[in-house]
């Protein structure tokens, strides 16, 4: 709900279209919602009118979509557009070297696409096509995966828009597919009940590309996909260049109306500071107009570019070791090495995936899993497998997921989670003793991460002192459990058949 202030202002207008009649329709269409203006753009007045929307933390599991000319090559990653211009050194987003060389993708493409100069990433953009991109097809995968969201991204750091831009030549609906890939999408989406979001990855491309005289990128004819910024890697980001992104930005905003409006790294550093409220508090204010509150997704969770309570965080391929209270997301990737699809893609399994989602949830969070469509439009059978098998398991344990509120501890075990940014590589398998805690009304679900050893379990946050225990079930199971519960915990030993391959559920009424 907004603020009581809101509430004053629509009510002042809807008593003055009662008292004015339609002799006045000018004045009526004057005090119209869309007039009102409760976010100014600045984080005095966003902290005080913004509050996180109940419905985001209720969702969650989304899905996130890297589908761009970056799969044309298949190549890496989705970063291939830089790399293939790093014949010295690869640098990292803070402009430091991560090695010396050419890196591997600078090598691959004069192999196989030939010079920089003379092939160019321009050039990969009449080879994406989309053919067999189907939007029907792919909102109905994602819902049978038991999403409740859907985020594609709708700018990369490469330049290229896959949605219908006014702002820019280098879009997919003048280009390429010569198709609205979002519009499409997010006109299947709302028709099947989903909510739709787009994601802005284009701060970044004003540094993105690497400028010297032997590469098409300094050719002034494409500056408007490679950015006008010049071959001085420290050029701070241009007052044209921030206006062309404001421009672009607003553009998505206003033409699809995201419910969600994700954004990536590199808005966070201090060129674009003047911009940052300024477009919190347009998107909040434009909610207002459609009659919805609408959220940020903001990566920069260390860097508080977003003050705290004026977006939803969000971490790259990581996790939160506790609760955090306010709502929070991890964005990760099926691709254990990729976001976009590569040749050698290397999927994570299923168990893996349920697993993150558990104990993201148990912490008040939310999961955004990313796919990665070939550049024909379709997506990859393997992928297809992990989402089926995500969507069979919330089928028969959605109820410990969706709609669900962390508990007093989100869980016990031996296994600990790597807090931060890209620290998914160095946590460890959850075993049978690791549990993992939700709650809705008067049910506690005590979410096992693996099937435990001899068949039982003692779940030891759960003493019957703090908690009374009256009935025990699992989900997907009909068998009645035997179950008894005392000060050192609860005790229930486990049906005689698994009912699935996954993290098992047992509801707890208290």
């Known amino acids: 709900m907004f603020l009581n202030k809101l509430t ?30 409760v976010f100014e ?34 190549f890496g990653s989705e970063w291939y557009p830089r790399q293939m211009y790093m014949d010295t050194a690869t640098f990292t987003a803070q402009l430091t070297p991560e090695k010396t060389g050419p890196s591997a993708a600078y090598t691959h493409h004069k192999e196989t696409w030939g010079d920089q100069k003379n092939f160019g990433y321009k050039d990969f953009i009449p080879m994406f096509k989309g053919e067999k991109f189907n939007a029907a097809q792919w909102i109905d995968l994602f819902k049978k995966a038991g ?53 802005s990855h284009y701060a970044f491309n004003w540094s993105f590309y690497n400028k010297k005289d032997r590469f098409d990128t ?13 071959k001085d890697l420290t050029q701070p980001v241009s007052n044209e260049f921030k206006q062309k992104w404001w421009d672009r930005t607003v553009d998505l905003i206003d033409n699809y109306q995201p419910d969600i409006l994700w954004f990536d790294f590199y808005l ?21 107009e459609w009659g919805k509150e609408v959220v940020i997704n903001d990566k920069n969770f260390d860097h508080e570019a977003f003050p705290e309570g004026t977006v939803i965080y969000d971490l790259e391929r990581g996790k939160l070791p506790g609760i955090r209270k306010l709502p929070w997301q991890t964005d990760t990737s099926i691709g254990k090495n990729s976001w976009s699809y590569v040749s050698n893609w290397q999927s994570k399994t299923a168990n893996q995936l349920i697993d993150d ?16 469509p070939k550049s024909d439009g379709t997506i990859p059978e393997d992928q297809k497998e992990i989402l089926l098998q995500i969507g069979n398991w919330l089928s028969i344990n959605g109820d410990a997921i969706y709609d669900t509120k ?36 008067n049910k506690l679900y005590a979410i096992m991460m693996a099937w435990p050893e001899n068949n039982s379990v003692l779940i030891k946050s759960v003493k019957s002192s703090e908690n009374k225990v009256s009935n025990v079930k699992m989900l997907g199971s009909d068998e009645i459990l ?14 005689s058949k698994k009912p699935g391959n996954f993290a098992f559920v047992l509801e707890l009424t208290l």
């Open 482 to 495: 035997k179950w008894s519960q005392n000060n050192k915990g609860l005790s229930v030993e486990m049906p």
């Open 357 to 372: 989602l558990v104990d993201i949830v148990s912490k008040n969070g939310n999961l955004l899993l990313n796919v990665g």
């Open 41 to 74: 753009p600045n984080w005095e007045s966003i902290k005080k009118n913004y509050k996180d929307p109940e419905w985001f933390n209720n969702q969650k599991f989304g899905i996130f979509i890297h589908w761009g000319a970056y799969s044309v090559p298949a």
């Open 147 to 199: 999403a409740r969201y859907v985020i594609p991204v709708a700018d990369h750091h490469d330049g290229f828009a896959m949605y219908k831009s006014n702002t820019t030549r280098w879009n997919a609906f003048d280009m390429g597919p010569k198709r609205d890939v979002l519009g499409e999408l997010f006109k299947e989406g709302r028709k099947q009940g989903l909510i739709m979001g787009a994601s």
């Open 8 to 37: 004053l202002i629509l009510v002042a207008i809807s008593l003055t279209l009662v008292a004015c009649g339609s002799k006045n329709d000018k004045k009526i269409a004057e005090a119209k919602p869309e007039n009102v203006k």
């Open 406 to 441: 962390y508990w007093k501890t989100f869980g016990e075990g031996p296994t600990e989670v790597k807090k931060g940014h890209h620290s998914e590589g160095q946590n460890k398998d959850f075993t049978g003793q690791d549990i993992r805690f939700t709650k809705k009304g």
């Open 218 to 230: 300094t050719d002034p004819q494409y500056a408007d996909l490679y950015s006008p910024k010049g």
């Open 268 to 288: 966070d550093i201090p060129d674009y500071a003047d911009m940052r409220p300024k477009i919190a508090a347009y998107y909040y204010n434009k909610g207002l």
